[in-house]
């Protein structure tokens, strides 16, 4: 028995050597015995080897003698020799036994026993090995040391046997080398095979515990069953045939490398199924290879130095370690030369380190300071209620901000002082703490019961599923909302202008208003001007102007004036100074602006002559229109006239503005109907994703192996998924409603208001809802008249700016997905999820989960009995995991032993509550240590496998199940 942090992190990978010899065999080259157990520790650091089969031909002699070199407290449990580089090299008694074949003259089958620690050397001797009939010339002896002197004495002395021989008169030397010429000679047989089969399990069981032991029969190699053949030469089932069958009956595990032998024992081969191996030969058989070393060179050197051929176990280093691979022969044991974890690089949560600060605040729940290291591959947390099993889990997904639906985890200590390392799949590590709040990881994180409540809501199941299938239908939507956004805000814009009203209730700026003032300032014009002043009117405004003209000019002109005669005395002096200061000869002459200031004057002149004729035009037109009795101002008048002038001409060009906003209010329509396209295209896509993501998924990844691919399709095997566009009415008018005048759909006593809103808006369907979005005449008016959309937000059925939010809800996505959406409608075994039962859509659910992200990443699910149906549970998910543990991490908290038991979890957390203290032991299935006062902690008070069957109802069930799956 082991104890608890002897291995923590439960079942691993090792190397295993279940057939080396020691000095006291009688056939071996090695030195002496100190010089072999040298060696010994020498070559399993060489190989890296953790458990050794001490292995002598009917003899337990080197393996009670290697005891000596073992911890003294480990001799009767799990010995073991300490190695130089800080590992152990666990010790397995074994007996290696020859039986005689039946068939051929000096042929003899090698049968192997091993046995577990806890049976002493000398009860092996005495309750095994003694009892054995061997058989020399024409006497039948039993394998015990003085009979095994006397054949040795008889060999030595012309065969003559001395059954009288008084061995005890002989030296040591002499009895030493009498055993090993008799054991070189010897094997048990007798008249037949039944009868010798019979008789070695009658003497072996009866004698120590069917549980103790285990059979190993040799397939290939020295003194193995291929040399016996089938078939005769008739090609009829042949005695050694016989031979082999009974033979194969009777052993729990055989001795190959050869890979043929291997997929035949284990019932992989199409001709000889599974089913017919374990009627032949009772059960199928894991194979295991070693070295058979008998010299100091090969020693743990596979086909004694021929070969890499390790055998590789995935258990605890002991004897129920051993026993794992009977109960799981495809899963537990390799024969390779690489480490089958090296096999599939993944990632990993490695290790956990507890404080025993409080976890909520408000409670005295703390954690028993500690590490927890984790396997690889499944791990299973157990224990009763309020244990803290699924606490731990939660802490886990505080860390990493996984706590979307479980409020729990929102009250965890966020200065928890908790640590989980992360071992890469490069094998490099990274450290997360739950203080830092930014972590991120990329793994999958199932609650209790989170999976029930997604199952139960059709849109959360909608979007689960998109989600998985890697669905992103945003980057369709966000062009069609800013486009669709851009038009409904031009077209309200453009309404606000159209029909904006003064404090007068006018529309000021319809085409109406406008053509009506325009019209009325036309008629005043009218009135103050007739044909014959007309003209005169014209010629005193054009007189006016070129006057305001010319005025500018000469304005213009002055000021250039001046600025000619200024540069002209500024340069005139700078030139002068340097004549004076600087030059000597060849002075600067000045300038002088004298031609251009003459031009100026002259121009000056005319503009202002030009300007007096102007105004005695129009002092003559001023005196005739006094002579006529006009004895306004001609100016006042003139200024009126100018002002309806005016009016009229702002008129003309509101008219045209409003005419090109009445034209980009119909354009904006326009393209927001025609987006109506746009939508069918966005729809298509959406389609069209879904049923790629659903494809691409069901098609593997590139690289994948096969059994990959073939653990995909048993994922997906009852699931299809199709794309369909769902439109929701009821969601519809219950969206619509809001933005509509009450007052106009109040319900009757025939008619509900939202059915009197349906009844006008005749949306009941995808097809008329795009006629609506497209302006078709669907809408029903009071009057049962049929109009647009267009014309329908004009009309008065609205609340304040609820024409704009209708817009809005009919074409914004993030309205619009609240009616109308593409949905990804998923079957199971042909079924729809209304039609089976919420454990069936946990099922269904789980299984499309792990599909679509099946390798690499943690897969973390607490309590899945809680979301599934239970035979699924048994039937489907065990096998699962069973598969999917080798591309993933898998961490489960669980109450359902067949879970923990049948899906051969390689580490089993046990959980307990000691006054509000959480601790936690751990350790692998096959740890098992009956219950005992010995220990104060109640979690090791027994081992891992007895708190699997006292706390998981049917847990002792489960083990029967797993010991009896392949025949045992």
Avoid at 475 to 490: G, H, L, R, Y
């Amino acid at each position: 028995m082991s104890n608890y942090n002897d291995f923590p992190r439960g079942s691993e990978w090792r190397k295993w050597d279940l057939h080396v010899h020691t000095p006291l065999s009688y056939h071996n080259h090695f030195p002496n015995w100190d010089e072999y157990v040298s060696k010994l520790k020498e070559k399993a650091i060489e190989h890296s080897i953790s458990v050794m089969g001490v292995t002598d031909y009917f003899s337990v002699d080197g393996y009670e003698k290697l005891l000596t070199e073992c911890e003294p407290s480990s001799r009767n449990s799990n010995p073991h020799i300490d190695l130089d580089d800080g590992n152990k090299l666990y010790l397995l008694p074994a007996v290696e036994l020859r039986l005689d074949n039946f068939v051929r003259e000096n042929a003899a089958i090698n049968i192997h026993v091993v046995f577990s620690p806890h049976i002493l050397p000398q009860t092996i001797r005495t309750n095994f090995l003694e009892n054995l009939d061997i058989k020399y010339s024409d006497k039948t002896l039993k394998c015990k040391e003085t009979d095994l002197i006397k054949i040795g004495y008889a060999e030595s002395n012309d065969g003559r046997f001395e059954g009288n021989l008084d061995t005890q008169s002989l030296s040591d030397d002499q009895r030493t080398e009498y055993s090993k010429k008799a054991l070189s000679l010897i094997s048990f047989s007798a008249q037949n095979l039944d009868t010798t089969i019979g008789e070695f399990e009658r003497i072996i069981s009866s004698n120590i515990n069917r549980d103790c032991y285990l059979i190993i029969i040799a397939n290939k190699g020295h003194g193995g069953l291929s040399e016996l053949t089938w078939l005769d030469t008739q090609q009829n089932f042949s005695r050694a045939g016989s031979v082999r069958q009974n033979l194969l009956g009777l052993s729990d595990i055989c001795f190959t490398n050869d890979s043929n032998d291997r997929e035949f024992l284990l019932g992989l081969k199409s001709d000889t199924p599974e089913s017919e191996i374990k009627n032949r030969f009772s059960s199928i058989k894991p194979s295991v290879w070693g070295s058979d070393a008998h010299d100091v060179n090969n020693l743990f050197h596979p086909s004694n130095g021929a070969s890499q051929d390790y055998t590789w176990i995935k258990a605890d280093p002991s004897f129920e370690g051993l026993k794992q691979i009977i109960y799981e022969p495809l899963e537990r044991v390799k024969i390779q030369a690489e480490n089958p974890k090296n096999s599939f690089k993944k990632a990993f949560f490695d290790k956990v380190k507890l404080s025993n600060k409080r976890i909520i605040n408000e409670s005295e729940v703390h954690f028993k300071q500690k590490e927890i290291h984790l396997n690889s591959d499944l791990v299973t947390i157990i224990g009763g209620r309020g244990t803290g099993k699924s606490l731990l889990l939660d802490v886990i997904a505080k860390t990493f901000n996984k706590t979307k639906r479980n409020e729990r985890i929102q009250e965890i200590n966020n200065v928890l002082d908790f640590q989980i390392v992360y071992t890469k799949p490069d094998g490099s590590l990274l450290e997360f703490n739950l203080i830092d709040e930014k972590n991120e990881l990329d793994y999958l994180h199932i609650h209790q019961a989170e999976i029930k409540e997604i199952v139960k809501n059709p849109d959360l199941l909608d979007r689960q599923i998109k989600q998985m299938l890697n669905i992103r239908d945003q980057q369709f939507e966000e062009v069609f909302d800013t486009k669709s956004e851009t038009f409904i805000n031009n077209i309200f814009e453009l309404i606000d202008w159209l029909e904006y009203k003064d404090d007068d209730d006018n529309h000021v700026n319809s085409i109406e208003y406008n053509n009506e003032k325009k019209e009325s300032s036309e008629k005043l014009l009218k009135t103050l001007t007739t044909d014959e002043y007309k003209l005169r009117i014209e010629n005193f405004l054009s007189n006016n102007n070129l006057i305001a003209k010319n005025e500018k000019d000469l304005d213009s002109l002055s000021e250039l004036h001046s600025d000619l005669e200024e540069f002209q005395l500024n340069i005139n002096l700078r030139i002068e100074e340097i004549n004076t200061d600087i030059l000597e000869e060849a002075l600067i002459p000045s300038i002088n602006f004298d031609q251009q200031i003459e031009i100026i004057n002259v121009k000056v002149e005319e503009l202002k002559s030009n300007n007096e004729e102007l105004l005695n035009q129009n002092e003559e037109i001023r005196n005739d229109f006094i002579e006529v009795g006009l004895s306004e101002d001609i100016s006042t008048l003139l200024d009126k006239i100018d002002g309806y002038q005016k009016e009229i001409k702002s008129f003309e060009l509101k008219i045209e503005e409003s005419k090109k906003k009445d034209s980009s209010l119909d354009s904006n329509f326009t393209k927001l109907w025609r987006l109506q396209e746009d939508l069918l295209d966005i729809l298509k896509k959406m389609k069209k994703n879904i049923s790629g993501g659903w494809e691409r998924l069901q098609n593997g990844k590139s690289g994948w192996t096969e059994a990959q691919i073939q653990l995909l399709k048993r994922l997906l095997k009852d699931i299809s998924i199709q794309p369909i566009v769902k439109f929701d009415k009821k969601k519809f008018y219950e969206l619509i409603q809001p933005s509509l005048y009450g007052n106009k759909f109040k319900s009757t006593r025939t008619e509900s208001t939202l059915e009197r809103i349906e009844k006008t808006l005749n949306v009941t369907s995808v097809r008329t809802y795009l006629k609506l979005i497209s302006d078709r005449k669907i809408i029903r008016t009071n009057d049962d008249n049929y109009v647009s959309l267009s014309e329908f937000i004009r009309q008065d059925y609205f609340n304040l700016e609820g024409e704009k939010e209708l817009l809005q809800k009919l074409f914004l996505s993030k309205h619009r997905n609240e009616y109308l959406k593409v949905i990804s409608e998923i079957k199971y075994k042909n079924k729809f999820p209304t039609q089976i039962s919420v454990g069936q859509r946990g099922t269904m659910f789980i299984c499309l989960q792990l599909a679509t992200d099946p390798f690499i990443k943690p897969f973390v699910y607490d309590q899945p009995e809680d979301d599934l149906d239970n035979n699924f549970i048994m039937s489907e998910l065990v096998p699962i995991f069973q598969e999917i543990k080798n591309y993933r991490q898998v961490i489960i908290v669980t109450h359902n032993a067949n879970i923990v038991v049948n899906a051969d979890a390689e580490q089993v957390i046990v959980a307990n509550n000691e006054n509000e203290e959480l601790k936690y032991v751990s350790g692998s299935l096959e740890h098992s240590r009956p219950p005992s006062d010995e220990y104060d902690h109640n979690l090791e008070r027994q081992g891992i496998r007895q708190h699997v069957c006292d706390i998981l109802e049917g847990g002792e069930d489960a083990f029967e199940k797993r010991e009896k799956k392949y025949g045992f």
